[in-house]
């Protein structure tokens, strides 16, 4: 007859809590989450001509692109002394993490499916290090957006009223939040994709209507001047919210207020507490239906 004993170090289960964050095997595991990170780092851009430049150059272009089209083109404004360049590279930084951490994580299982099926470790280890590899191109995208920040407020006519306001110690509020709502909608994808394939061709899809669709390259004051019966739709965003709070936090321009900033709060822990409930749920079977 067996007894239990105290003193194993790790006991694996089937039968888990619904909700659980399993922090204490995660930190056990953190060498292994940081190897993760590194192995994300280093072949992302392996073999490439550019390499880490391409961190750079991305959100650059995409902020010309939507410079020519939609402020010098379409005419769409920007706010009172807000170059256009620097309002669209604001959007696209904060966009560019959510995003990240969303297309990231959104095939999990099936990416590593060799590995989670040969030895143990807590799974998700591997979306969080999605997360916090994309935190680390984050912080390079914001460098730049702040070395364009410092030109215009000091060194051009056009970003003469360009100025951060007290708002801005809540920054690290707002990376948090793209963080778990892109690990949220992430998890649940993958774990959808499982048995439905047909989300892989989808998440590509989706990710560029989202991106329309959260304010990255115009105002939330402008949609609901054009477009006043759908602009709840864009206005109930969180997305839109985060980004809409980022332009006011470093430039003292768009749609911000403090019962925003806690409507975006509730939907990015509602979204990964039910992502990581849907993880936990389909790592026990997935192996059986990849």
């Known amino acids: 007859m067996s007894t239990k ?12 809590k619904l ?4 922090l204490k095997e995660v930190w056990n595991y953190r060498d292994l989450l940081f190897l993760f990170v590194k192995r994300n780092v280093i072949t992302v851009y392996k073999q490439t001509v550019l390499g880490p430049l391409w961190y750079f150059i991305q959100p650059l272009f995409t902020s010309v692109i939507f410079t020519l089209i939609f402020n010098n083109m379409a005419s769409i404004p ?15 930084t904060s966009w560019n993490y959510f995003k990240e951490c969303l297309t990231g994580t959104s095939d999990t299982f099936a990416q590593n499916q060799g590995i989670f099926g040969k030895v143990y470790f807590p799974r998700v280890i591997v979306p969080l290090s999605t997360v916090i590899t994309n935190l680390f191109k984050f912080g390079i995208q914001l460098l730049v957006f702040v070395g364009f920040y410092i030109y215009y407020a000091f060194f051009s006519d056009q970003g003469s009223n360009v100025a951060p306001t007290k708002a801005i110690i809540f920054l ?9 709502l892109g690990l949220g909608l992430g998890m649940i994808i993958s774990s959808m994709t499982t048995k439905y394939r047909d989300l892989k061709v989808l998440v590509a899809f989706g990710v560029q209507l989202l991106m329309y669709g959260s304010a990255v390259m115009y105002p939330l004051s402008y949609f609901k ?6 602009s709840w739709a864009v206005e109930y965003n969180p997305m839109t919210v985060i980004i809409e709070a980022f332009r006011y936090m470093t430039m003292g321009v768009g749609d911000y207020s403090l019962l925003k900033m806690i409507y975006a709060i509730i939907i990015s822990v509602i ?3 039910l992502g990581l409930v849907i993880f ?3 790592e026990k079977s997935f192996i059986d239906t990849i």
């Open 19 to 22: 909700i659980n964050f399993n």
């Open 225 to 230: 001047q054009k477009l006043p019966d759908l």
């Open 280 to 282: 936990n749920k389909t």
């Open 271 to 273: 979204l990964f507490l």
């Open 78 to 92: 920007t706010g009172d002394g807000v170059p256009s360049f620097l309002f669209n590279l604001a959007g696209i």
């Open 5 to 16: 004993n105290e003193n194993w170090l790790y006991t694996i289960s089937a039968n888990q």
């Open 172 to 180: 690290p509020i707002l990376v948090i939040l793209m963080g778990l």
